[in-house]
């Protein structure tokens, strides 16, 4: 069984910069894909970003528009999620996930890590 555990949350105000990590555990990893999510107060969870695990591939949400960008560290199994020029909409709850195969849902998501931007 796979785990994920995300960090690297926090508050920082407008303007500022957080990278967030999801690190797993577990023998059976190897997804085909790992992807970041958030969810804000009383919204539904929204895409963030989706990194193809083995070979070389990424895209975002239209909203992160060149301020977010995602990368993984095969060996040490932890995906990342720098994240530049924050602004106060991005506060929310952010989650990773895997993707066993192209296509398939998202699994196995980890417990969240808050991050609050300040105006």
């Known amino acids: 069984q796979v785990q994920l555990v995300e960090s690297g949350g926090g508050l920082v105000q407008a303007g500022g910069s957080l990278r967030l990590s999801c690190a797993a555990s577990?023998?059976?990893?190897?997804?085909?894909?790992m992807g970041w999510f958030r969810q804000a107060p009383g919204k539904e969870r929204k895409f963030v970003a989706h990194i193809v695990w083995w070979g070389a591939g990424s895209y975002y949400g239209d909203f992160v528009k060149g301020r977010f960008s995602i990368s993984r560290d095969i060996a040490k199994k932890t995906m990342y999620l720098q994240m530049n020029s924050l602004k106060p909409d991005d506060t929310a709850v952010y989650y990773c996930?895997?993707?066993?195969?192209?296509?398939?849902?998202?699994?196995?998501w980890g417990q969240g890590t808050q991050v609050t931007v300040s105006s």
């Open positions: 996930a895997q993707q066993e195969q192209s296509g398939a849902e998202y699994t196995d």
């Open positions: 577990g023998r059976t990893f190897s997804p085909y894909g």
